[in-house]
């Protein structure tokens, strides 16, 4: 199978999916991490290019870990909108990868509305990349990969009633190891802005394994 996960920042899937990716490429399929942003604001004290830099190299050392392919669209942090440019290169992005099925993150309100227009754009994207007077680099796919929306950061709000999940606990260990690989998102950025460890917060809240976050 050929999977595609969408994520809005150079860590979000780690955070939301990375154990199920690890899970497909376990078995030997081919997983593509399309992130959308440069992640350019995740830093105090740094310059926005070197912060890109920075975190699309710590991009490339999680999709490493599996063997994933990475999908880097450069957008500018925290300026992703529904525009034309941002359509086609979501439309491209899953031409280019042909998923048998896509994850994106749910394209409701929550703290980053990077996170929605990722969600929004992934499920458009999914839809116009059959449709041939859509024109982009890659040819036209000939069907609608199935779409499933992962956990948002956070876990579960009380409107959203989870349909599936997914147990992954033989590759927990490889999504923390993905995770950890965006060191600067570990204390310089995460505990500083919101004095929030992620990582300690993901093995601190996760519950027993067959309910663990995807």
């Known amino acids: 199978m050929r ?6 920042h150079p860590d979000d899937m780690e955070f939301r999916c990375a154990g ?9 399929d081919k ?6 942003t440069n992640g350019e604001i995740g830093s105090y004290g740094r310059p926005r290019e070197e912060i890109a ?29 529904d525009n034309r440019e941002t359509r086609m290169a979501f439309i491209e992005a899953v031409r280019y990868a042909r998923p048998d099925v896509i994850f994106a ?12 227009i990722t969600g929004y754009l992934a499920f458009e994207a999914r839809i116009l990349a059959t449709v041939k007077l859509m024109e982009t680099k890659s040819p036209v796919i000939d069907h609608i ?8 950061h956070g876990g579960l709000p009380t409107k959203i009633n989870a349909q599936y999940f997914v ?19 570990q204390g310089e950025w995460c505990k ?13 809240s996760t519950p027993p394994p067959a309910a663990r976050p995807a």
């Open 31 to 36: 997983v593509f991490m399309c992130i959308a």
């Open 53 to 81: 830099a920075m975190r699309k190299k710590e991009a490339e050392a999680s999709c490493a870990v599996i063997g994933a392919e990475l999908i880097w669209l450069g957008y500018e942090d925290e300026m992703l909108f």
């Open 192 to 204: 500083d802005a919101f004095g929030v460890d992620y990582g300690d917060m993901i093995a601190s």
């Open 145 to 152: 990969p199935p779409m499933f929306y992962c956990t948002p």
């Open 3 to 8: 999977i595609l996960a969408f994520g809005a």
């Open 167 to 185: 147990d992954v606990t033989d590759t927990f260990e490889t999504k923390m190891k993905m995770f950890h690989c965006h060191a600067s998102q």
């Open 20 to 28: 199920t990716l690890a899970k497909y490429a376990k078995r030997g």
């Open 105 to 116: 993150p749910p394209p409701f309100k929550d703290y980053n509305q990077d996170h929605d």
